[in-house]
């Protein structure tokens, strides 16, 4: 069997009856702007997290900038976020003309440090946007200690962590806005682009929801200065079938995870580290690597799809040179950004693959490959 780094068609085929029926639902109800199953999908979403209110927009970017803009930050505001990231996290705080300010990572976890976040704090800061790397909660509560002291808004993305849980809680609840993910690859995934922002005060709620429709309540009437960002009905629709089984799917990522720590344990690659605090759901099973590059090449060469997230990061990204003057040095995220590789994972993987996966890793490492291995430069 062919091996994907996610297979969104397997998965599809084994709830293609649901998800047809729920299809064709919403093409007879011709109702395909804001349709009741966009409103569905929300209670649904709010109900499975535990958070008073969800607000459904057109993908996890515009769920950051939504909530950004609904919290009220702006010009000049400071927003401090991790530079190992996906690069809509940083690309929505430029694009509400805020500035971001970089902290480092925890080597760990690849989430942001709580520990350097203070020194990173100005006058002009307003708020911090902690990342749920790879499916697993950043260190929340230091995060929230802090964020008090200093009057800070917390926004959390949880772009790549739908359904993980810090000290029981799910992630998206513990700040005062969540951002959530449904692109197609994410563990709940739509069949296009989708997102979510979930939030428990009543007029962030409002604002949200305004902010998503144009700034208006009613049709025309334009009260705030808004976007054009709905959560389109047929995405909803295929999203209400598959959060039933997100949780089952979760579970199976955390047995493949589970299963690939076993057989990487001995060898040179580090395997990814689960807090303690923490529930992972595994949207990406990350390893460090020695020799990175090579092995990539050789898992290549062996018809083995892997990928790296990220290989710059964000504060060496062009778009971003000239929004910070405190862009810093950030050791930690360099070397993750050297030596990541993310193996598949997705919830059709079998025994089979990831033995298959495991063992060509090995073998990439075994003495029999150090030729190749001293060919090619250290990454
Ligand atoms: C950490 C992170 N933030 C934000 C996003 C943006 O989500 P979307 O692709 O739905 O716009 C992603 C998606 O890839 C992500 O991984």
Redesign the pocket.
Known sequence: MKLHMVDVRGQYQKIKTEIDAAVQDVIDSGDFILGKEAGEFECHVAGYLGVKYAVGCA??????QIAMMALGLGERDEVITSPF??V??TETIVLIRAKPVFVDIDPKTYNIDPERIEGAITPRTKAIIP?H?YGQAADMEPIMEIARKYSLKVIE?G??AMGATYKGKKVCTLGDAG?I???PS?NLGAFG???MIVANDPAVWERLRMIAVHGSKEKYHHEILGVNSRLDTLQAAILNVKLKYLDAWNSSRREYAARYDELLRDSPVTIPYVAPTCQHTFHQYTIRAPKRDALAAYLTENGIPHAIYYPIPLHRQKAFMSVGDRMGDFPMTLRACSEVLSLPMHTELTEGQIVQIADTIKEFYAPTNVPRLDETQSS
């Open positions: 993908s996890g970017t515009d769920a950051l990231s996906f809509a996290t990342v790397l993305d772009a790549q951002c993910s449904f692109y994410k682009d989708a997102g």
